[in-house]
């Protein structure tokens, strides 16, 4: 039986649960071995998330080159949005007095705002795919990757940075990301945290995890205030981000830390090194409460989210899907490929056979080819929308097959599958690496 756990909801009178968060089925093995991986349902005032989810990100209010109702119809059953660039434009007075973020950008279903923390690693330190460090040759507080410069500086009282639009000079605090979050209403906010990065010292991610921790307070009390001030909106659910980047102790403290205070659930963010992802989700999971969900940001490789969810992730989201199928990258089965290389020109077949999104069930490799080559947008489009189903697809097949009992098939099946080809790469047949 389903075990449903109402989630506080605060209004007018302070008293209306309106949210639940309800678990479904455990994950285990034919041995009966549990895990902490399970089924849910976020019940949000825009509708329902079925959990484990994959939540495609609108950076800007819009995933590039795709409909609202493109989104839909793939199965996209929310969309994240970013708090940092919506501040710069068109500014987030602009999305409240449109209705909020769903309102604004046509989509009536849930929708996500996360904190800016990993836009803080990106100005700061200028490194965009922190998965991708090598944590064991360099330790420095000081770190910047190569050609970039620092806009962004980060003290105990929040973070001052550069805007990439126009040079100008701005300041987030945590209780600025409450009060611009709380403007672009969406349903789920995250708690504004500092990312920090794998190559930092020891040291520095000690005191980093002090300074979320006591942002994250500070989000807590802003977030409370302006429920109240703002009770004419729906609820938005405040969760909490737990960092501590490699190490065990900083992160089962970190979890430890927020499951204090009153989340209505967590991310899990920050320096991650690869190989060790399910370790170190696993970690934060044993200690965080089993009822409340877990969202691990910024992940969307297809291997990795049969590796979160069996450690116990609920929710994931990434750019990655939509930011490769710009340049023409398309995942498939047997790993990704480059949809622009030569032997595609006189291909006629889809994308990908077993697929029912839209982009295969009505063009061929041959005609996204030649879109590509003549720089036509349209390419963007319909390469979204094949990765981005696919990602969703393989979600909701993960999600299944818990339930039924067969997820440890299923990740053998597909991981056996997708990684065996992911670094094939000849003249021939150029399944694409990581």
Known sequence: MAKQILVRAVCLNDEVTKQTFTIGARLADHSQTTFLGRTGTISTPHGQIQTPAFIPVGTLATVKAVLPESMDDLGAQALLANAYHLYLQ???????????????????????????????????????????????????????????????????????????????MHRFTPEISMQVQHQLGADIIFAFDECT?????????????????????RCVTEHERLTLERSHRPYQELWGVVQGAQYEDLRRLAAQQMASLDFDGFGIGG???????????NWVCEELPENKPRHLLGIGDPIDFFIAVEAGADTFDCVAPSRIARNGTVLHPDG???????????????????????????YTRAYLHHLFK??????????????????VRLMDRIRASIPAGEFFEFKAEFMGRFAANRNRNT????????
């Open 90 to 168: 068109p500014g987030p007075d602009v999305v409240d007095e449109a209705g909020g973020l769903g309102e604004f950008m046509n989509w009536s279903g849930p929708t996500f705002t996360d904190s800016g923390g990993f836009q803080v690693l990106s100005l700061g330190v200028g490194f965009k795919k922190i998965l991708a460090m090598d944590s064991k040759t360099v330790r420095s507080d000081e770190v910047m990757a190569p050609g970039k410069d620092r806009m962004a500086h980060v003290d105990d009282d929040g973070v001052t940075f550069k805007s990439h639009i126009d040079g100008s």
């Open 197 to 217: 990065t794998l190559m930092n010292t020891r040291e520095y991610q000690e005191r980093s995890l002090e300074r979320t921790f006591a942002w994250a307070k």
């Open 271 to 281: 320096a991650l090194e690869k190989d060790a992802l399910g370790t170190i989700v």
């Open 336 to 362: 990704r490929f480059h949809v622009t290389n030569a032997p595609y020109k006189r291909d006629f077949g889809p994308i990908d056979d077993e697929c029912d999104c839209y982009t295969c069930l009505n």
């Open 374 to 391: 003549a720089h036509e947008r349209l390419s963007a489009t319909l390469t979204t929308i094949h990765n981005e189903r696919f990602i």
């Open 427 to 434: 003249s021939h047949d150029d399944i694409a690496s990581e």
